[in-house]
């Protein structure tokens, strides 16, 4: 090196120069091309859900014009007991006929009776019951189309053919006369907000699950957060540094890494097998939503408590306040937003959890609307992953509005939380 | 009394003895002249009789709730005569001897079963009054004993203090129940399992097959419990998505904690983050529907033949799951890695991807790591996007387009629907459990301390 003049040096440097940059260049686009693929992610995932799922807010429903014939319902008064074993089913097969005269095999009959929902003689009964006064006379309704007829008419929008699957050339027809009747329309799909589960895709809606959840949140946090609160003041404000402490430190620490199926399997087996709770109860979901949740409740809590400055604490000390005033009376108060975000953003992590529910059995199918904690209840994740099981491709729109409806849960309470915090935060 | 009744009426007297503490401390206080005679608040007196009338009778009433069912089970089944061999059978009796008490009759009742019934009804009835009973003296004559104890000398605020104190431990160690709680359950069973099934043959045996036979004579009868395609299926999709999400989250860390601007960087953060708060459900639908026919439909382009349900979809889409979680982490040790080291190789001539490469990553490089091994723990102790895109079969292959299960595959289809606790098919999900929470301990473990080393280093 040293027998190398200044300009030789020089030379030697700006040849490498060009490769250096490049590299540099090249470097730089690989962080650009690693942030633009999350991105990409995001985008690909939202839109890929939305583009599947907003079908599901619209249902096709198709009007017939109805009799309630006492001859066909075999009925002659309205009361309890006749209408448990009234035939419903039979006003609106006579009102489908009544619809399309000119259908006379047996085969395409029995066609044409699928082309509304089978949760239609039950809307018929609960209106009779409502209104007694309409026996014999006869009223327009609006009827939820059968799941294969719903795809098929939504599928016309896409292309001209639409995707037909089950539904036949002689179904396709119909639907086109009823079209052009203006008797097929598509309509806010009121349903899928106000009912349980069913088998039927017209049917099922997210009630149950969403009210299912909304109790099991509702322990979670009755458990975790004055748990969690309770133990992030024992660990900053008290705690002596012994082994005990240390010990309780790396457990919180593990357990917040420790994968969510295991806490399922303490539900399990501790709280269904050893208490023998009730399975697929909000309780015990909200029992082991509380034990995953906590870790994450208290190391925010400890973040929130240790932002207090200690010129709080001494001040109140040195005004004879005892430790205990100290924290509940100034260091608490000061703390409690930060908490409140640590708690909101642990609730949101439990709402979206699904593997360990799965092992207390709320994967039950539940199309009553639970009433307790303790009732059989399903929640949203779980009902999302029930119904992306299902074969019917109908369920493949609701799973994604359902997904839809969890999603704008979870943005709710994230940007809430960081609104909160944006909002009650103090620079000290 | 039913239970909430109790515990409404126990709140009910908890207030009563908050009020006539604090109001009698301060008739004390103004009998003999002021606040300060008193040695503590008045709300501490209440407080200090609220907490005698009410701390030791809850405890009770939880003790009691916990208790109660399985003695009246075994105080019934004691009188029963002829008891039948089986665990199952066990259990069958007893919930035919419930539904009988409780009036949900199906056919003519065995009088050997009508008579446990009445015995049950009893001694529910019974334990009900007692616990009523037990539950009200001792917080009555707990409260009126702190009453009776009151003097204007007594140190309320300091027992007050005390006993928070202590409750704030109890929550405090509610971290080591649980972690005591999962070590249980999952050891108990794993135990059980291990006595039908010898440890050597779950760790090395090469064939899974849990089906048990209902009948001797059927085909297949034998369960096979050889773990070795799990957890070779379990390695594969890990290592897919660490493939993924390592060089994408540490290059994004990079660009954001180096290069990019504060705009550039207040809006890439956040929408990253989107991708950790995202439900796994949602992945695991993602990854099924829209990945996965990609992938068999890419694989078919090539000439390549794809199962519907392959490693490489979970895989790449646990990646993407994992992307934001290796970033963030990574994030914080570069950010935590001195200026002075950055300026020194800059000053020496380094271009800024010099620095990084030769300086700055490795520094950080024990943070990384540590943040990667959390993120290979997480990637195998996902559960719901491997339930939903992975599958079923258990194949032995390294070909990522095959289906492959995993070990949380396997604990999930064991154990949802009906189980009998005494098969092997439903304990192998816990031995299963047990090796999920042994391995992912370890890497959590290792994980905090090299990342907690790294810490000190420059804090």
Redo the contacts between chains.
Sequence with gaps: MTDLTQAQVRERIEQRLGS??R??KL??G??????A???F??LL?FT??IS?GSGAFVQTAVQLEITYDPAVLGIEEVNEESLTWANFTGVVREALRARFPDVSSRSEKRELNTLVSTGAPFTLRDRLQANPELLGKTETLWFAADDDVDTFVKSLDDSAEGFRGRTSDQMASWVQSLKESGQLEKRFNTTFFTNGDSREPEQAGIRAALVGSLLTLLVTLALSF???V??A???EE??PKNR?TD??E??????A??????????G???FI?F??LPRSAPLVGGLVLT?MT??TI?ISSRAALKSVPPSIREAAMGMGA???QVVLHHVLPLAMPGMLTGAIIGM?QA?????PL??IGM?AFIVDVPGGITDPATVL??Q??LW?DSPERAF?ER??AA?MV??SF?IVM?ASAVLLRKKLERRW | MQTPTLFALLLLLVLIAYGTGFSRAAAAARGRGGMRKLAALPSYYGTHTALWCGLPALLLLAVWLVFDEPIIRALVMNGVADMPETIAGRDLLYAQIQNQAAGNLFGEATPQVAAAAERLTDLRNGAQLLQTLMVLILSVGLGAFAMLRFSPQLRAREKVEKVFRIILLGCASAAILTTVGILLSVLFESLRFFQSVPVTEFLFGLHWSPQMALRADQVGSSGAFGAVPLFTGTLMVSAIAMFVAVPVGLMSAIYLAEYAGKRVRAIAKPVLEILAGVPTVVYGFFAALTVAPFVREAAAAVGLQASSESALAAGLVMGVMIIPFVSSLSDDVINAVPQSLRDGALGLGSTQSETIRKVVIPAALPGIVGGVLLAVSRAIGETMIVVMAAGLAANLTANPLESVTTVTVQIVTLLVGDQEFDSPKTLAAFALGLMLFLSTLVLNFIALHVVKKYREQYD
Excluded: C, Q
């Design positions: 250096r940059h590299k540099e470097f730089r690989l962080g650009i091309a690693s942030i693929f999350g991105v992610a995001v995932l890929d859900i599947k004055p748990i969690g309770a133990a003041i024992y660990l008290y705690a005990w010990l309780i790396v457990n919180i620490n593990n357990l890494a420790v994968p969510s199926i295991v806490f399922g399997l303490l399990l087996a501790i097998n208490f023998e034990l906590l870790p208290i005892s430790r205990m949101a709402l979206g959890e699904t593997a799965l092992m994967v994740p779980v999302i992953f992306a493949v799973t994604s997904i969890l999603l979870l994230n």
